[in-house]
C-alpha cells in the first residue's frame, strides 16, 4: 500500500461551508456513506468487501461517474480521528491510479467560531510521472459536488 510521506506527495483542498453544528454534521458523514448511492447521484455503487465499511480496516469497492465516465475504485479506511472529526481512505485499486501512484482523502469537519461548520476535503497524491500526468482537480469538484449533496440531505432529514 502507498505510502503517503513521500517528498513527491501533492496536495489539494476544497472546503464546504454548512450551518450544521460539527459535531452533528461529523456524525452525520462517518455514519452515511452507506447511503451515497441514494444521496448523491454520481455513485453508482458502494460494495463493503472487508470489514464493516465504517472502521480502519474497512475496504470498500465504489463504481462512480467522473465526467462522462464510469470509474471503478478500491479504497480502505486508513484513519478514524473522532476527536479532530476526520478520517482518511487510501486508494488501493482503481482508475484513478492509472496515472497515480498514490492517492488518498482526508474528510474533515472543522467547527466554526462564529457557529457551523466547514466539510474540508485533502486529497494527497503521488504521479506516476511528474512531467506527464496532470493534477486530478477533477476530484475536488466530485468532492465540492458530495459536499453539497450531503448538506442538502441532512437538511431535509433534520
Request: aromatic share 12%.
Amino acid at each position: 500500500m502507498a505510502q503517503l510521506t513521500r517528498p513527491h506527495q501533492h496536495v489539494l483542498e476544497v472546503e464546504y461551508e454548512v450551518k450544521w453544528a460539527a459535531n452533528k454534521f461529523y456524525n452525520f458523514v462517518k455514519n452515511n456513506f452507506s447511503m451515497l448511492p441514494k444521496i448523491f447521484p454520481y455513485i453508482n455503487k458502494r460494495e463493503v468487501v472487508e470489514g464493516d465499511g465504517e472502521s480502519v480496516g474497512s475496504v470498500i469497492r465504489w463504481e462512480y461517474l467522473l465526467g462522462p465516465n464510469v470509474l471503478i475504485g478500491k479504497e480502505k479506511i486508513t484513519k478514524i480521528d473522532d476527536a479532530n472529526m476526520s478520517f482518511t481512505n487510501e486508494l488501493m485499486q482503481g482508475d484513478a491510479l492509472k496515472t497515480l501512484k498514490s492517492f488518498a482523502c482526508k474528510t474533515s469537519v472543522i467547527p466554526k467560531a462564529t457557529g457551523g461548520s466547514v466539510l474540508k476535503w485533502s486529497i494527497m497524491y503521488e504521479k506516476l510521472n511528474e512531467a506527464d500526468a496532470s493534477d486530478p482537480y477533477h476530484y475536488i469538484d466530485f468532492c465540492k459536488s458530495m459536499s453539497a449533496a450531503f448538506d442538502s440531505h441532512f437538511r431535509n432529514t433534520n
